[in-house]
């Protein structure tokens, strides 16, 4: 057996609570908690009150202010976390306590409120640009704002398309993805902007643009991202202008803000069924490098796979670090013109040699073990998947490494893995 209590409250429709009514501030209060607890909220068919107010669903009595009964079932252990608050918040009712033996708990786990609409994760007020706005302020802003995409709107503020880091590299030429191109100086900077001179978003961007309504669900939406390979979605209002933004940093932000932690509540004895781990939707058979790796290959490496990390292991499989190739540009701090030079012509390796004979010295005598970020942030193998969504969110990591007990690298788990495992159906 368990030991539960049963909480309940009677109050009434009437009652209120921080201006909202009372059912509701205590649905919040159980749910920010995130303890192994539910609640329910009753309506009465009729009933009195010891202020003189009956309520009768007849004709010739107006019923205002029906009875309500508000049920909490929770391990007895949280009672001295949870009455105290509960006597703050019951403005209006009574509250009892009586003992409950549980013989099981079982719930089945979600990482993606379910209840969540579009506009209550959305960010708001974004920034937009025109089809005729020049291609390098739009730049500019994506630059300024460490956006990596921007909604183009009419003179209606309704989305007719959205411009990409994608699309200025597939259609306007545009060299290096926007957070290697912010690693550089202004001269670098000025040098793209200049090559953009004369054209507009209307030519790069890309029509016509995926919308999705601020009512719709958020589970609904996060779909939609997932089978149409976008990472973030304009959010239209109800005449079809453009109210916010969604991407899948805001809907982790939420996951790690509103997703109980599994972690905890199993460990009392809740039994959690369904519950997915990082093992089961990781990315295997990575390359990896060792630390002695000249910055010479990992360079070459990069460039013709289209990676932007490598993780660095010793002899036993042990993850030391990360090298990301924004971490190889400080292998060439003092040579960055000769670097910035060989990545935007895309010259290929077998050529740096002849053209940049002092940049491959410096790669040459130089290993990943020293650019390598050491005592990167990492998540257990068998760790549930909100464990890795909170890690992603707090560091503002894409991919996060996967390694089992020993510290051996077994991997890496990504956004789209972690949206997709919690939108797949339930067994």
């Known amino acids: 057996m368990l030991a539960y209590s049963l909480i309940r409250i009677y109050t009434s429709e009437r009652a ?22 539910r609640c329910f909220v009753s309506k009465g068919l009729a009933g009195c009150f010891e202020n003189g107010v009956v309520a009768m ?46 013989v ?31 291609l ?7 630059l300024d704002k460490n956006f990596n995409g921007l909604p183009v709107v009419d003179d209606r503020r309704r989305p ?28 670098q900077v000025a040098e793209v902007l200049s090559g953009l ?3 507009t978003v209307a030519e790069v961007m890309t029509k016509p643009v995926t919308v999705v309504p601020e009512d719709q669900p958020l589970s609904e939406a996060v779909q939609s991202m997932l089978d149409r390979g976008l990472k973030r979605l304009p959010v239209v209002g109800k005449a079809g202008e453009i109210v916010g933004m969604l991407s899948r940093s805001d809907v982790f932000r939420v996951i790690s803000r509103e997703s109980p932690d599994w972690g905890q509540l199993r460990q009392g004895r809740l039994t959690v069924s369904n519950l997915t781990r990082v093992r089961d939707i990781m990315e295997r058979d990575l390359d990896t490098i060792p630390p002695d790796t000249p910055v010479a290959e990992v360079l070459r490496s990069l460039s013709l796979q289209g990676r932007q ?30 670097i910035w030079a060989w990545l935007v012509a895309k010259v290929p390796y077998f050529d740096v040699g002849r053209r940049y004979r002092d940049l491959l010295e410096r790669a040459r005598q130089t290993c990943a ?39 051996t690298f077994r991997g890496l788990i990504s956004r789209d893995a972690l949206l997709r495992a919690n939108l797949a159906p339930t067994p």
């Open 136 to 142: 390098a302020e739009a730049v500019r802003l994506l």
């Open 16 to 37: 209120r609570f921080d201006g909202k009514p009372l059912w509701e501030g205590v649905i919040q209060f159980v749910t920010e908690l995130k303890i192994a607890a």
């Open 197 to 199: 001179a004369g054209r």
């Open 160 to 187: 007719v398309g959205i411009i990409t880091q994608g699309d200025l590299m597939t259609r306007a030429g545009f060299p290096l993805r926007l957070g290697l191109v912010g690693a550089f100086g202004s001269n």
């Open 309 to 338: 990390r490598v993780a660095v292991v010793d002899q036993e499989g042990r993850l030391l670090g990360v090298l990301t190739d924004k971490d190889l540009l400080a292998a060439f701090a003092d040579q960055k013109p000769g």
């Open 57 to 102: 669903p007849t004709i010739e009595v107006l019923a205002y202010d029906f009875p309500l009964r508000i049920d909490l079932l929770l391990p007895t252990s949280e009672l001295p976390l949870v009455l105290p608050e509960l006597e703050e918040i019951v403005t209006d009712g009574l509250i009892t306590v009586d003992p409950v033996n549980v």
């Open 369 to 407: 073990a020293d650019f390598m970020r050491k005592d990167p942030i990492t998540v257990l193998e068998d760790a549930p998947i909100d464990e890795a969504i909170r890690l992603m969110i707090r560091h503002h990591l894409k991919r996060l490494p996967v390694v089992d007990g020993k510290g």
């Open 104 to 134: 099981a708990h079982k719930s089945s786990m979600t990482v993606l409120p379910m209840h969540l609409r579009v506009r209550s994760v959305m960010t708001g007020e974004p920034t937009v640009v025109s089809p005729d706005t020049a």
